[in-house]
């Protein structure tokens, strides 16, 4: 073990560590990814891990959804606000899910933390936070955007102990289980993310024990450090000044937002914006600053491993009572609607200052679709949660991307059509790239995608809630805007019926849900892109020869 010393740790030593504690969260994430039970987890990786130091501030993350990753100190620092240090003991595990009170994001998004000790010392915290797909609620899935206060939305758990020195206190495993409509899944996704903290536990154990805790709380200091010092090297290239961005909801309502950049701060200020929704689109302070530390990392050190030391320099701000700070009990069921319209706010505002170094607008919607039932096969209750693909926007270089998950989600995948049918009582008829209009432009915009799910049993029940169906995605330098994300319902006598907000819509067997997510914005004057690539387009069939003509004037010889 190295010794202890007051001397400064030397450099090859702390870059051994902050590694390794990036292959402990890299441990934990696979954990999880192997041993939860709903597809949302092991499939979509509608999850995150992290490590924090002793106060709870991030020290190390995984692989990864972003915004659970900078979420997870949040729950920590809600413990140690709640409990004193001298009853945080070895073997206890905690759990939240609480928007008011550490959860952050919406009920379903549940965390879990535990305290790692080294020779009775607290060194470190192990996080996971993860979509389970139930927890109770007016609808299966918890999520409808007809909530009006949090208590409709399921179970709260508030920052409460559900294992006390190393033994489960089997009333709260009871509780939750009783408040789920899936207790199967739920109770292997509970245990998987136990499983997920206790092995990074062992492992920081080892850490410590290789290289001793002083040197270990050393090198974290040391990286805290650095990426404050990044993020000041990079605010020095920016330019300086406030700069002020706006939007609108698809329900015409406009959100606005300051940017104020110096030297040595960032301050993002949603000042003005429209109060709290009596419905479930709201989100949590915590989160919005989550979504604000996403587009700072953007702009500043994005191909950087996250610490807490690199957002030292940012500052956020939002009004109580808004829809982007509610108070209690506001619904927040729909908050990754309301989160990804603030983090594409800020997205479109930093792309004026610096738009060479910003895409276009994506289709900014989680397009959340839920469906529930019960399956024709086994006569199970099954319960499906699915975030939706879509379209990325241009950049000044290349055409964006395909069918990708929205800027929230990071390095998520979408479930594979033979899972979704075997779990679920749906078949997958179709998916394919979008073609319709929009997105055009000297580089175009990524495609969204269409997608059948055919509903295989009576009174299937829909919810879903999706944006950017009438505002569309934002547009650089005279490209055109994207197209829109919305649903047909396609009955059995061919009727069409669409939608972007319905709640526990029933469906019978042969009905079509069938999905549009929009295609990202374009950047630049469509009439300057390149022929050689509208030819491209064409052959791939991205476009069609009449859209070629339509947008590009484009007319093959």
Known sequence: MIEKTNKKLDPITSEIIQNTLVSVCDEMFIAMRKTAMSPIIYEVLDFAVAVTNPKGEL????????????????????????????????GDIFATNDPYNGGVTHLND??????????????????????????????????????????????????????????????IEDMILANTRVPQYTKGDMW???????????????????????STEEAIKQYFDYGEEASLKALEKLPKGTFYGEDLLDDGKKIKVEITISEKEFIVNFKDNPPQNPDSNNASFDGIYVAAQMAFKNITTMNRVANAGFFRPLKVYAEEGSMFNPKRPAAQGLYYETDIRAYDLLLKTIAQIVPDKMIAGTFASVCGTIMAGV???????????????GGWGASNEEDGLNAMYSTLHGDTYNTPAEVAEARNGIYVDQVRLSDEDGGEGKFRGGKGIVMDYRVRSDGTMLTAFYSRSVSLPWSLKGGNEGSANFIEIIKENNSIEKISNVNGLILNKNDI????????????????????LIEQDIKNEYITKEQAEKFYNFKKN
């Not at 998987?192 to 002083?214: F, L, M, N, Q």
């Not at 086994?378 to 693909?389: N, S």
Request: net charge positive; with cysteine; charged share 20%.
């Open 110 to 171: 549940v965390i879990v933390v535990l305290p790692v000790f080294y020779n009775k010392k607290l060194v470190a915290w192990t996080c996971n936070m993860a979509h389970w797909p139930d927890l109770g609620g007016i609808i299966p899935g918890g999520i409808s955007s007809e909530s009006t206060e949090i208590f409709q939305e399921g179970l709260q758990i508030p920052v409460i102990k559900i294992f006390e020195s190393g033994k489960i206190n089997q009333s």
């Open 192 to 214: 998987a993310a136990i499983a997920s903290v206790r092995i990074g536990e062992k492992r920081i154990k080892e850490v410590a024990k290789k290289y001793g805790v002083e």
């Open 513 to 532: 849900i069938r999905i549009h997510t929009a295609n990202g914005a374009g950047y630049g004057n469509p009439l300057e892109r390149d022929k050689k």
């Open 375 to 389: 399956h024709p096969d086994t006569g199970a209750t099954f319960v499906m949660i699915e975030p939706e693909i």
């Open 59 to 90: 020290a190390s993350a995984g692989a990864g959804i972003p915004a659970f990753i900078n979420m997870c100190d949040f729950a920590v620092k809600a413990v140690l606000k709640k409990y004193d240090l001298k009853n945080i003991n070895e």
